[in-house]
């Protein structure tokens, strides 16, 4: 991988942190949302960016009962190498941030050889979860 620039940005009035990955060799960057039951009621704060993203949030809250710090992975191209940013994001979003689980929407079947499952969304959307196996899911345990 070449030089990466991530620029983080929390938005005070939705209470979540995004994160901007941008690689030199890419012409657009991917996106990490982190969303933590702490600083606000996480599906709200989804909802605030896309109908989609609050789905897949509600989801791993709701059904799955994963509490704690959740990221979704966004804007990632089908021509862009899935290696590169799981290896970037996990970093990013496991070790500095404790993720609880992380989530992408849409069709990335290749995820699920990192340890991603997959499942449907209440509206039928495509997920691919990465979550702790720890007793309340409530911190990164999984690198």
Not at 71 to 84: E, F, G, N, Q, R
Request: proline share 1%; aromatic share 12%; net charge negative.
């Amino acid at each position: 991988m070449d030089e990466l620039k991530s620029v983080y940005y929390f938005d005070n009035d939705q209470q979540f942190l995004k994160i901007e990955f941008l690689s030199a060799s890419k012409k657009s960057p991917w996106h990490a949302y982190v969303f933590d039951e702490n600083w606000n009621d996480i599906i709200s704060a989804a909802a605030a960016i896309s109908d989609t993203m609050a789905d897949s949030v509600e989801f791993v809250y709701d059904r799955l009962g994963i509490r704690g710090r959740i990221a979704v992975l966004a804007d990632i191209m089908p021509c862009d190498s899935l290696t590169d940013i799981v290896d970037v994001s996990l970093f990013h979003l496991q070790a500095l941030l404790f993720a609880s689980a992380i989530i992408v929407n849409g069709d990335y079947d290749e995820l699920e050889s990192y340890g991603f499952s997959k499942e449907k969304s209440n509206s039928g959307n495509s997920l691919y979860i990465l979550s702790s196996n720890e007793v309340g899911n409530d911190a990164c345990r999984f690198l």
